[in-house]
Structures are given as structure tokens and as C-alpha cells.
């Protein structure tokens, strides 16, 4: 999964960076370059810790979520210069984080003069849209001029790509973003080529200042209100940056002491995988514990493929036992006497938490 940051300026994109990835970015409240900060964090999860003691593996990987921290300005986004390299480090996203500013700081003033998270949330939704709505336009003016010599078995695929990006386009005019269109799967599908950013889920991460973390409930409640389409999650990122530099159970004193639930980079790995309808299984290799992040509803021999592409070819079935169902058997041999080990075949839907052993032939 990879996860784009993105942010008016001074809205606290590089904190948040550094703290779900334990990262070391300069923090400044102007870049220079427009080059991003790119980091990978492990994806926590406590149901590798039990495999670890069924398995006994010599080595254990998690599942990893990759972050990118967009530089500069965002403004311009579909135009020429700077905004074409921004797109081009969006476009490749799974999902956008956008850092909405709540704190004050006196040393870093807004932009904008005030602290207005609404306002910056439809500023930062208009350049989005801006930006989708220009590659539309040239799009359809391409498909226009293609129109006019397109020979007959050509003619049907444009027209039916211009109705669908002009009914598109006329709704993003409104203000509706793409992902709230309520577009049919196969009408996604012709349009996920142009990686359009109102189509991305969004995940909205209100930056605030210690002080208000009290109150930090209510702020999440507020902003779900206001955008219901958006994941939602409150924190503090300078205090989250600090926290990640420690180690986890220093960092887990200090929480407790604050009266802090649980790390921003696990409240945003649980929202994004909610977000974009992810689940996890796992396998066991050569003495390799391993974690692996597919969408929901993927077939077995899909995810094989996720591992390598010979074992989707070469599919034959797959071994399979719920995670819950491995833990109180507490070891496969007890979970084959007990009939909890399945053989599931091409039409198996990989369920979150299920161990597999994939068998294949090529």
C-alpha cells in the first residue's frame, strides 16, 4: 500500500511523515526543492507475535505501507511545471492523507492568516479537482479530433469513453468528487487508467497542538460531520514525531501518562486498510513468517500471485486455516486431527487472518 501526503503549506505534512515512519525529515516551514520524503513503516500487528510462537521462524516479516511526503505548494496541480511533477508522484498512489492544520504557532503563521481547517479541507478538494477536471478536458479533446477519422470498430470505444468522462466531468463540476459519483465497477475500470485524485479515498489526519488533545474526540467528531466521504483521525504530530523516535515502551509510558490511546501510525494503518477495503494472510516458507496485504474479495489464485506470478499460473489449490482457529490449536498438527485445516480450491475468497500454504505447478 502506498499513501500520499498532501497538505496546504505549514499544515504539518513532514511531523506527520516522520511520526508513521519513525522517520528523520527536516521539519521546515519552507521546502526549498519539490523533491518528496519518501519512508516505509511496518504494518503492527499483534497476530504475528502468536504465529511467531506456533512457527517458531527464523525470520518474520510484516506487511509494509510505503508514505510520501509531497513538498512546496500544491497549487496549480494540472497545469504545466510544478503541478505536473506533483502529479506524477500522486498518481501512483493507493490512497491520499491529507494534513489538515488545527494548531496554532505563532512562529509558523498560516497561510491564510487564520486557523480554518473546513476552508483548508475544500481549498486543498478544489486544486484535486481542478487538476482531475484539466486531463478530462484534454482528454476529450483528443478523443474529439480521434473521432472525426476513427474507422467503425474504433468509433464505438471513444464514444463510449467520451459519454462516460463527459457525465464525469459534469458532476465534478458540482462538486462531486469521483469516488461519490456511485460509478459502476466497469466504469471504474475505464477510468482507472487516468488515476483521477478525486477517485483516490481520502483519509483526513486533523494536526493539533498538546493542549488540545483533550478535546481531540470532539474535533474528529466535528470534521466527520462536516465530511462523512472522509476517514477521519486527530493528532498530534509533533508529539507523535517525538514519541516515534523513542522506543516502544518508552513511548507506551508516555502515552499512558497523557491518557493516549494507540500510536498515530496504528490509527492510520487501521483507517487505511478500512478505507481501501484491505486484508492481510499469511504464509510460512523456508523458516520466513510473512505477512501479505491483498484487497478484500481476492480470489486464492490472485493472491498466490501477490507472492509470484509463477503460482497464479500454476495454481492447483491452497491450504488453509483461519488465524483464530491456528491459535487454539495451537499448532497445525492439532488443527489437521481437529479437521480445521481446509483444502479450498480456485473460487476460494482469502478471508483477513487466514494462513495458507499455496500449491502449484508450473
Known amino acids: 500500500m502506498k499513501v500520499a501526503i498532501i497538505g496546504i503549506p505549514k499544515s504539518g505534512k513532514t511531523t506527520i511523515f516522520n511520526a508513521l515512519t519513525r522517520g528523520k525529515a527536516e521539519v521546515a516551514a519552507y521546502s526549498p526543492t519539490l523533491a518528496p520524503n519518501t519512508g516505509v513503516a511496518k504494518v503492527p500487528d499483534a497476530r504475528l507475535s502468536a504465529l511467531e510462537g506456533i512457527f517458531q521462524p527464523k525470520k518474520t516479516v510484516p506487511a509494509e505501507v510505503s508514505y510520501i511526503d509531497i513538498a512546496g505548494s500544491l497549487k496549480g ?5 510544478p503541478g505536473g511533477e506533483f502529479l506524477n508522484y500522486l498518481t501512483t498512489a493507493d ?4 494534513v489538515v492544520r488545527a494548531f496554532e504557532d505563532d512562529q ?3 497561510p491564510e492568516g487564520s486557523i480554518e481547517p473546513k476552508r483548508d479541507i475544500a481549498s486543498l478538494d478544489l486544486e484535486l479537482a481542478i487538476s482531475d477536471l484539466a486531463i478530462m478536458e484534454r482528454r476529450l479533446e483528443k478523443l474529439e479530433t480521434s473521432l472525426k477519422a476513427a474507422k ?4 464505438e470505444s471513444y464514444l463510449k469513453e467520451q459519454l462516460l468522462l463527459q457525465k464525469v466531468k459534469a458532476e465534478l463540476e458540482k462538486d462531486i468528487p469521483i469516488r461519490l459519483q456511485g460509478l459502476a465497477r466497469e466504469e471504474l475500470k475505464m477510468l482507472s487508467n487516468y488515476q483521477f485524485l478525486t477517485a483516490k ?3 483526513v489526519a486533523l494536526n493539533i497542538e498538546e493542549e488540545q488533545i483533550s478535546q481531540a474526540s470532539q474535533l474528529e467528531g466535528e470534521i466527520n460531520s462536516l465530511y462523512p466521504q472522509f476517514a477521519v483521525v486527530v493528532l498530534c504530530g509533533k508529539l507523535e514525531m517525538e514519541l516515534a523516535q523513542l522506543s516502544d515502551e518508552e513511548a507506551k509510558e508516555f502515552r499512558e501518562a497523557m491518557g493516549l490511546s494507540k500510536p498515530a501510525l496504528n490509527q492510520v494503518i487501521d483507517l487505511s486498510y478500512s478505507l481501501l477495503g484491505l486484508v492481510s494472510f499469511f504464509t510460512t516458507v523456508s523458516s520466513e513468517l510473512k505477512a501479505w496485504t491483498i484487497p478484500g474479495g481476492t480470489p486464492a489464485p490472485k493472491a498466490a500471485g501477490k507472492i509470484h506470478s509463477d ?3 500454476g495454481f492447483i489449490r491452497a491450504e488453509v486455516i483461519s488465524y483464530g482457529d491456528l491459535e487454539s490449536c495451537g499448532n497445525i498438527a492439532e488443527a489437521r486431527k481437529r479437521g480445521l485445516l481446509r483444502t479450498e480450491g480456485k473460487n476460494y475468497i482469502i478471508q483477513d487472518g487466514d494462513v495458507v500454504t499455496f500449491l502449484f505447478n508450473v
Not at 152 to 155: C, D, I, L, V, Y
Open 201 to 203: 479515498p481520502m483519509l
Open 108 to 110: 509558523v503563521p498560516h
Open 77 to 81: 496541480f494540472g497545469k504545466e511545471g
Open 95 to 98: 490512497a491520499l492523507l491529507q
Open 311 to 313: 503460482m497464479e499460473r
Open 152 to 155: 467503425a470498430a474504433e468509433r
